[in-house]
């Protein structure tokens, strides 16, 4: 017999065991069938845990931002990334190498309200200064002009 009396062939019910008829066939919607068939390029999961009554995976859990510094580690950090600013000549980044580096921080999971999770600064002062680096190892940008090495350093 025709569909809707028999399952289809990538029936996800059979594949469990379960009985039929399915809910496609009760309600006459085949379109469940395509949507739950792996093969079928419209193939969505959630229409096969529904039609095999698979319990819905678990939600993953909610992002817990990185821990910042503490106060005291924050202010060192930026006190020695100041330092060496001027100690090297208080270059500025271009505003390309500048937009570059941001786009970095701004994908970076310990970017927190314009602040790095990792040293505590102003993503936005740190990332202006030429000669600075991401303080991740290996660092995510670094100094401007310096060329990777590949083992978190830069020449
Ligand atoms: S400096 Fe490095 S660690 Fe900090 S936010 Fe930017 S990419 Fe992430």
């Not at 399952?7 to 379109?31: V, W, Y």
């Not at 739950?36 to 999961?45: G, L, S």
Request: charged letters at 25%.
């Amino acid at each position: 017999m025709p569909w809707p009396d028999e399952p289809c062939a990538a029936c996800p019910r059979l594949a469990r065991g379960l009985s039929l008829p399915c809910r496609a066939q009760t309600s006459r919607h085949r379109r469940f069938c395509d949507l739950a068939d792996p093969d079928h390029p419209d193939h969505q999961p959630a229409y096969r845990r529904m039609l095999a009554d698979e319990p819905e995976p678990d939600p993953a859990p909610p992002l817990v931002p990185p821990p910042m510094p503490g106060i005291v580690r924050q202010v060192m950090n930026f006190a020695v990334a100041a330092t060496t600013h001027v100690a090297t000549g208080a270059k500025i980044a271009s505003e390309k190498e500048r937009q570059d580096r941001l786009e970095i921080c701004g994908a970076c999971d310990r970017h927190q309200a314009g602040r790095c999770a990792a040293c505590g600064c102003l993503v936005v002062v740190k990332t202006s200064w030429a000669e600075q680096r991401c303080p991740l190892d290996p660092p995510k940008w670094g100094p401007v002009g310096a060329t990777p090495t590949g083992q978190g350093a830069f020449v």
